[in-house]
């Protein structure tokens, strides 16, 4: 499980842009950055930081230190080599998170929007131009991280369920709080439990195929629906979990949001995400150091 990731390579790109779990996670995610203010001036990590998606967005943004930690040495490769943040929809989730584009300079995609369906706000005055500060990426183990910060946020995308053991998920947890500066904030997107054998994602890009019940929690099989499918296992940790080693390892609050989706558009229409909503892949835990 823990080096998966080299093996699925330029896999785990496609499913991140095209997946529309994946959609719904960043519009999430995205809401939560601008619920909080935006990055703006803020020093920022990145973990499970894969390709360096997110973490290519807080530079964007304006954070004024934007940090990339995967355990993949093949994602930090790609991470890397992708340098600046393309495709569609990347104008938008700039916008999304208070970053300013350069004065006349379009945005990406015919009408700024993108895998993550958000619209384009740009917040910046003026539309002067903004420097995105140099992106670090290390190739380190979460439940093992070198002293980086302080940091003031953390992001965290599908990190805790691949932690094999309580062990290594409270490490975890202790590594991102030693961190994190007092007040700062933690936000994770993690998977919701029990949805196997009842729900069927693969309309949304991932499908589960096997639960296995062992150890500190059952271990599930999955495929992202990429071309072709890419293989990959996580642990099903209960919310409580999560909540159990955050507390633990410090944090004075935790918190829980709903998964959010883009709005309705094309073949993604207003019935295909009330059914996600209905039973998303994940949820957003918020804690404060």
């Not at 384009?120 to 420097?131: E, P």
């Not at 933690?186 to 639960?211: E, F, T």
């Not at 409580?240 to 944090?251: H, L, N, Y």
Request: glycine residues 12%; contains cysteine.
């Amino acid at each position: 499980m823990r080096f998966q990731y080299d093996t699925i390579g330029e896999r785990f790109v496609e499913s991140k842009t095209t997946a529309a779990f994946s959609a719904a996670d960043t519009h999430t995610l995205l809401g939560a950055l601008d619920a909080l203010g935006g990055v703006r001036g803020l020093d920022t990590l990145d973990l499970a930081c894969g390709y360096g998606y997110n973490t290519r967005l807080l530079a964007r943004g304006g954070a004024r230190r934007a940090v990339g930690v995967d355990i993949s040495e093949e994602m930090i490769r790609l991470a890397r080599a992708h340098g600046v943040i393309g495709g569609g929809g990347v104008g938008a989730l700039e916008g999304a998170v208070g970053a300013v584009r350069p004065a006349g300079a379009a945005a990406a995609g015919p009408d700024a929007g993108g895998a993550d369906g958000t619209a384009g706000r740009d917040r910046g005055a003026g539309g002067g131009a903004a420097v995105a500060p140099a992106v670090e990426y290390v190739v380190a183990d979460a439940a093992k991280l070198p002293q980086m910060g302080p940091f003031d946020l953390a992001t965290a995308v599908y990190l805790f369920n691949h932690a094999a053991d309580r062990s290594a998920l409270h490490a975890m947890f202790r590594s991102i709080r030693a961190n994190l500066r007092e007040g700062g904030r933690l936000l994770a997107i993690v998977p919701n439990a029990g949805a196997y054998p009842h729900v069927d994602w693969s309309p949304y890009g991932v499908r589960i195929v096997d639960r296995v019940v062992e150890g500190d929690a059952p271990l599930l099989k999955a495929q992202f629906l990429t071309q072709p499918p890419a293989d990959f296992e996580f642990r099903e940790w209960a919310h409580a979990d999560f909540a159990e080693a955050a507390v633990e390892a410090g944090f004075s609050t935790v918190g829980w949001q709903p998964n959010r989706t883009p709005p309705a558009e094309g073949a993604r229409d207003e019935a295909y995400w009330t059914a996600y909503r209905a039973w998303p892949i994940s949820s957003l835990m918020t804690c404060t150091a």
